[in-house]
T-cell receptor, first 112, second 113 residues
């Protein structure tokens, strides 16, 4: 059974710092890995999708990497801003299909 | 707007009632899902439909019954609501069973009193 773990569970940083969020998964047989952002009381916003054949994806200040063989992904946020404060969720799509398994999230607070 | 839309956004109801949550997507996706986010914010799949066919049915009480009238709609009906059903329910959709990522609705916050 796929399990996804995110470390740290919570992170508080001053504005301007570069930071890394970690995600690990137990079964490397995945289609892809997706990073989401969830603001309090809101839905999920997709940030980056990495296919199993890819090593990384970039969007603006965000960069996500994937090491499928070791079951790890990182989300790098450059020059963090208070508006980045949210919960970041990592999720994998299993090759068995139709199942997105989530980690428990990293709650990020960026202080002005 | 292209999106996954759920209604209602908030639902407060008494124990024992029956309620439904509706979901519609206009993304042309062929697979739709219901996820539950509990009080600890953990998201877990409940059901998945591909082209109106149920393909995932997790260990969910049979008081929960999904219905997909067509591949753009997936509704969730809950009978005899219990306090423990209070959660946020998210609808999502994808193409080809998630091979190109998922799009989520904004959620329905269900409170059972």
């Amino acid at each position: 059974k796929q399990e996804v773990t995110q470390i740290p569970a919570a992170l508080s940083v001053p504005e301007g710092e570069n930071l890394v969020l970690n995600c690990s998964f137990t079964d490397s047989a995945i289609y892809n890995l997706q990073w989401f952002r969830q603001d309090p009381g809101k839905g999920l916003t997709s940030l980056l999708l990495i296919q199993s054949s890819q090593r990384e994806q970039t969007s603006g200040r965000l960069n996500a990497s994937l090491d499928k063989s070791s079951g790890r992904s990182t989300l790098y946020i450059a020059a963090s801003q208070p508006g980045d404060s949210a919960t970041y969720l990592c999720a994998v799509t299993e090759t068995s299909g139709s199942r997105l398994t989530f980690g428990e999230g990293t709650q990020l607070t960026v202080n002005p | 707007d292209t999106a996954v839309s759920q209604t209602p956004k908030y639902l407060v109801t008494q124990m024992g009632n029956d309620k439904s949550i509706k979901c519609e997507q206009n993304l042309g996706h062929d697979t739709m899902y219901w996820y539950k986010q509990d009080s600890k914010k953990f998201l877990k799949i409940m059901f998945s439909y591909n082209n109106k066919e149920l393909i995932i049915n997790e260990t969910v009480p049979n008081r929960f019954s999904p219905k997909s009238p067509d591949k753009a709609h997936l509704n969730l009906h809950i009978n005899s609501l219990e306090l423990g059903d209070s959660a946020v329910y998210f609808c999502a959709s994808s193409r080809r069973q998630g091979a190109k990522g998922y799009t989520f609705g904004s959620g329905t916050r269900l409170t059972v009193v």
